[in-house]
């Protein structure tokens, strides 16, 4: 990571990282007066997720909460016996249904007894992963995988261990405010414009601040890694990655480059169009891997995700969100005319390029 940098001590657009490192697991960085930023572990290959405090008058607003398990309880246990200790969580805000940042929510509200906010599509994304393993459903998921041309070993385990993931939260609060795109949102001294985006999450939450040039990007912008954007059973036929790429240029077109990014994974950083049109070309080119691989030969979505995902060795895990990613892939290429389809007699989806 580079060092502390001033704002406006490089060319605009230019990425810069002002933090030489992120905290460590008993540590808080006041990022700005009245911000604070915690780093929490995660189980996964992806091994942390960013939690943000805001100053709310005689407490503090949480942006996001860690996953449901043991381990964060005994982090954020630690935290409020450390260095955040005599502090009150006035509120919980929390950007996505994903268990890394709704996971604890339940548990950060009933201790303090504070409101909940969230998206509606949000919160009720996040009560359907709590329930989402009827057996109806996972019926429907495995017929998703196979006419995908998964086989059925690896089908077996994106319905196992694959997805296992979704159940890691506390169960949700069982009331929430509800927050929507456009709103603006007293905090403390500060005001919020609350944007929301689709593609990584369905209605993902961020925060901007335009008095002090502050960015909540979630998950939608990552610092240096690219958010997942996946397709699955439920919505078989969703344009996920249309929806990210609409987002991302509604964020450029209507934000200032020169904000403070703080990010839901990795590090803060400037240069947010620059980022953007980073994760933009980087899922161009994947189109194009895929046309390239379809040109001369129908390939099946199960075919194309080593095509993609060549530098990977994938777990059951990783193969799941990488399936879901090649999905999302293919669907906006449908939309744009780019690939056709045909359903052959295996009942398996084979695609050619246009």
Known sequence: MHSKTDANSSPAGELRYP??????????????????????????????????LLADGDGWAMVDTGIGNDATIAAWTKLFDGPLKGMTISRVIVTHA???????????????????????????????HQVRRSEERLVNSRQFFRRHGMDEAITEQLLGRGQDYLKKTVPLPAAYVRL?????????TRSFRVITGAGHSPDQVMLYCAQDGLFLSADQVLSKISPNV???????????????????????????????????????????KTRITELSDHHEERCQMIAAACK???????????????????????????????IAHVNHMLAQNRLTQALGPDGILRFSAA
Not at 20 to 29: K, N
């Open 98 to 128: 994903h268990p890394d940042h709704v996971g604890q929510a339940g548990w950060m509200v009933q201790r303090f007894k504070c409101p909940f906010y969230m998206s509606q599509i949000e919160y009720l994304q996040g009560v359907y």
């Open 180 to 188: 929507s795109n456009g709103d603006d949102i007293a905090i403390g």
């Open 230 to 272: 996946s397709v699955w059973a439920h919505e078989p036929d969703e344009n996920a990655l249309g929806s990210y790429l609409k987002s991302l240029k509604n964020l450029t077109n209507t934000l200032p480059d020169d904000v403070l990014v703080l990010p839901g994974h990795g590090v803060p950083f400037y240069g947010l």
């Open 19 to 52: 933090w030489e490192s992120h905290p460590g697991a008993d540590q808080v960085v006041e990022i700005a007066p009245g911000v604070l930023w915690i780093r929490l572990d995660l189980p996964f290959r992806l091994n942390h997720v960013n939690i943000y």
């Open 296 to 326: 001369d030969t129908a390939k099946t979505s199960a075919e194309l995700v080593p095509v993609v995902f060549f530098k990977h060795k994938l777990d059951a895990h990783q193969t799941g969100f990488a399936a879901g990613e090649l």
